[in-house]
């Protein structure tokens, strides 16, 4: 059989894996910086715990894992006969992969809240999975790298993820485009066009607007039900203005006796306006009323980066979820988090050349193998480099010098080192710079320091 990989996940090479590293650890420093604690969760939940937290499009993507040994023994035949997967699925099916981070954060927290002390401010660099059509971009294997706080209602911490978003981009010299908009403003929209009760409707098709254009947002507004008057209502928020504040003041406006819709814009204004006042530009934190994301459980501020100069889906999302942990039991912990998207985040350094040289792992020495007595004495110093921290090692056999030399270049390794009856004798080391050609024969006292 023809070996090959499930659609929608990737092995990845020595130089991906060190780039990826690469990322993770920027990521890794600035969480701890902003005062996060890391955490691991297990790769599969339990499948109730995941179900109904992402909306019904969400419920569709998750993966289910069937339960071991026979698990058709205990299927209804009528279910089974009816071929319908959603009784079926309960039946054959306890368990799921993670579909993302923030969902069994919460789980842990419900469980824990008794020991935590809040507020809790959580990282977490994991895989997560996701039945989605693979294309660029979107794989259904992918990593996340959360950073939570739970136990806090201040809109400081939305200023101060939006201060991570920033430092963190910038040091990976990623430029980027914070897109920010508030769940509160949705609700007040909705309210405001007589269509409180088709919230989630509302901002599934709004939430589409950058993929399929305003025509086909009309589109599945309509074939949700929505009545064109409503949509008459709404269609201001396609011509919105650069200026963000100019536009919350419009919102104002129009969300007069409106309490849900004028809470929304008076904590965007705080956020936007602290934000800014802490150095943020203008240019780099965009008031986007149209940003719903389609996950269910949103309360207040919704965060969505995108890249700049590249074409490329958002590298990074989130928002306010004050009621997440009450589908586990627990009330009165509100909650908000940020995402990074580590292999979206990967591809656009990628395509705008933005990895440095250090990022990918290289092999400082290679040992030339002359066999015998010197290769004992080559394996002893290659001992003493390691233990230097120095990346070194010998090559296998002893072949011909020039197989040698192909292997050294075609691995990028830096030096090759020749370690012979000469050198050995004149307590000596000849090294070769494959990078710049050149040759030098130096003391082994100076070699090793």
């Known amino acids: 059989?023809?070996?090959g990989l499930a659609k929608g996940t990737r092995d990845f090479t020595a130089l991906e894996v060190s780039r990826r590293r690469f990322i993770i650890n920027v990521l890794q420093r600035n969480f701890e910086l902003f005062g996060f604690q890391p955490l691991e969760t297990p790769s599969f939940e339990n499948l109730s715990t995941l179900t109904g937290k992402y909306g019904e499009e969400g419920d569709r993507l998750i993966f289910k894992i069937l339960n071991s040994g026979d698990y058709t023994s205990k299927v209804n035949q009528e279910d089974w006969e009816g071929k319908s997967h959603q009784k079926l699925t309960s039946q054959i099916s306890d368990k799921a992969l993670r579909y993302d981070l923030t969902v069994p954060f919460a789980r842990f927290v419900a469980m824990n809240h008794n020991q935590l002390t809040f507020p809790f401010k959580r990282y977490q660099i994991q895989p997560v999975w996701r039945a989605d059509r693979p294309q660029k971009g979107r794989f259904r294997e992918f990593y996340q790298c959360?950073?939570?706080?739970?136990?806090?209602?201040?809109?400081?911490?939305?200023?101060d993820l939006v201060q991570l978003y920033i430092k963190s981009?910038?040091?990976?010299?990623?430029?980027?485009?914070?897109?920010?908009?508030?769940?509160?403003?949705?609700?007040?929209?909705?309210?405001?066009?007589?269509?409180?009760?088709?919230?989630?409707?509302f901002t599934v098709a709004l939430d589409k607007l950058d993929k399929i254009g305003k025509?086909?947002?009309?589109?599945?507004l309509l074939e949700r039900e929505i009545a064109q008057e409503s949509i008459d209502?709404?269609?201001?928020?396609?011509?919105?203005?650069?200026?963000a504040l100019e536009n919350l003041l419009q919102l104002k406006e129009k969300f007069t006796g409106n309490e849900t819709g004028l809470k929304g814009v008076q904590e965007l204004e705080l956020v936007i306006t602290r934000s800014l006042e802490l150095g943020v530009e203008?240019?780099?934190l965009v008031f986007d009323i149209t940003l719903a994301r389609g996950l269910d459980y949103y309360t207040g501020a919704i965060f969505e980066v995108k890249a700049n100069n590249v074409q490329m889906g958002s590298i990074g999302g989130g928002g306010r979820y004050d009621n997440l942990t009450e589908v586990f039991g627990v009330k009165n912990i509100p909650?908000?988090?940020?995402?990074?998207?580590?292999?979206?985040?990967?591809?656009?350094?990628?395509?705008?050349?933005l990895f440095p040289q250090e990022a990918a792992s290289h092999i400082e020495y290679l040992f030339a193998n002359f066999g015998g007595d010197e290769s004992l004495e080559a394996l002893k110093l290659i001992r003493q480099l390691r233990e230097k921290g120095i990346s070194a090692e010998m090559y296998p056999e002893n072949v011909k010098i020039g197989k040698q030399f192909t292997y050294a270049e075609k691995k990028g390794i830096k030096n090759l080192v020749f370690l012979g009856e000469e050198e050995i004798k004149n307590k000596t080391v000849t090294y070769k710079n494959l990078e710049a050609g050149a040759?030098?024969?130096?003391?082994?006292?100076e070699f090793l320091n």
């Open 215 to 220: 025509e086909g947002v009309v589109k599945e």
């Open 169 to 201: 981009f910038t040091d990976l010299g990623v430029g980027v485009t914070i897109h920010i908009n508030n769940r509160k403003i949705l609700s007040g929209l909705a309210e405001y066009a007589g269509i409180k009760d088709q919230l989630i409707d």
């Open 1 to 3: 059989m023809k070996p």
């Open 335 to 353: 909650g908000i988090g940020i995402s990074f998207g580590l292999d979206r985040i990967y591809l656009v350094m990628e395509e705008l050349g």
């Open 146 to 159: 959360d950073a939570d706080v739970v136990g806090s209602e201040s809109l400081l911490q939305e200023v």
């Open 233 to 243: 209502k709404l269609d201001f928020l396609f011509t919105q203005s650069d200026d």
């Open 439 to 445: 040759q030098k024969t130096v003391s082994l006292e």
């Open 282 to 284: 203008v240019k780099n």
